[in-house]
């Protein structure tokens, strides 16, 4: 599936790649905290960015890129993935 793929890659090209081939259907990270019982505030801190900036990928205004994905998955402890619901975009081959 596109997650081992995914896991692998950490350059802007293959962001783009996925981007073009998924789109994102709603933000989990809220969620993610509350589940690890993490305030939005401490999480933000944790990765090192403002509160402001972390609400933006929360209501979908900005999508992290491929790093800070990856350290907000870190501090949460789940994979990449799962910061937000995926759904394959019509008319791609999505998979392999």
């Not at 995914?6 to 783009?16: G, N, P, T, V």
């Not at 900036?53 to 491929?66: F, G, T």
């Amino acid at each position: 599936m596109w997650y081992n793929f995914l896991r692998k890659a950490r350059s802007i090209r293959f962001a783009e790649v996925f981007i073009s081939q998924y789109s994102v259907v709603s933000c989990r990270i809220k969620e993610l905290c509350y589940n690890r019982g993490y305030s939005l505030t401490q999480l933000a801190e944790m990765v090192g960015i403002s509160k402001t900036q972390l609400s933006d990928y929360i209501a979908l205004r900005n999508i992290p890129n491929v790093e800070m994905a990856y350290s907000l998955a870190r501090c949460l402890d789940c994979p990449v993935e799962a910061l937000y619901n995926w759904r394959p975009l019509p008319g791609n081959n999505t998979e392999g």
